[in-house]
């Protein structure tokens, strides 16, 4: 949870941010997730989890893509320290090892890691609106078309 507000502070409306909660998070995990799922946790010694990735199925139909990274999110302090590229390559491992050779990813527009994901080589393949807590955000698609 961490890791998201401190990313998207003073990006999204803060009520949101200050609702997300460990609790409610682990409710989600609990629900289970489908078995073409998998999480990435990047741990450091004495400081415990610093970052996480996490990919599966995509939940909506874009372009045909095999797989999705929902999100890909480091404790400020540990960015730009190849932790995130890390994780990404765990994930896009994952896809491959199971027979997938494409992923989308949804990032909001105003989100300040666009170069992150253009620099692992995702193109923008089209855009979306959704809504914050009542403030109204585009959203890009970034697609990895061949992950092999």
């Known amino acids: 949870m961490k890791s998201w507000q401190e ?5 999204v409306p803060q009520i949101f941010l200050d609702k997300m909660s460990v609790e409610r998070r682990a409710k ?18 004495e400081r415990g989890i610093v970052g996480f990735a996490d990919v599966g199925e995509p939940r909506e139909n874009i372009d045909a893509y095999e797989g999705e990274l929902y999100a890909i ?30 992923m989308y990813l949804l990032a909001l527009e105003v989100s300040p890691y666009k170069l992150f994901y253009k620099k692992m080589g995702g ?21 990895w078309e061949s992950l092999r």
């Open 73 to 102: 999110y480091l404790l400020s302090e540990f960015k730009r320290k190849g932790v995130g590229e890390r994780l990404f390559n765990l994930g896009v491992e994952f896809f491959v090892g199971s027979g997938k050779s494409s």
């Open 7 to 11: 990313s998207f502070a003073g990006i």
């Open 123 to 143: 193109q923008i393949v089209g855009r979306k609106r959704i809504e914050i807590e009542g403030v109204m955000y585009d959203e890009l698609v970034y697609g």
């Open 28 to 45: 989600a995990f609990e629900k289970g997730f489908s078995p073409f799922y998998k999480m990435y946790v990047a741990e450091v010694p």
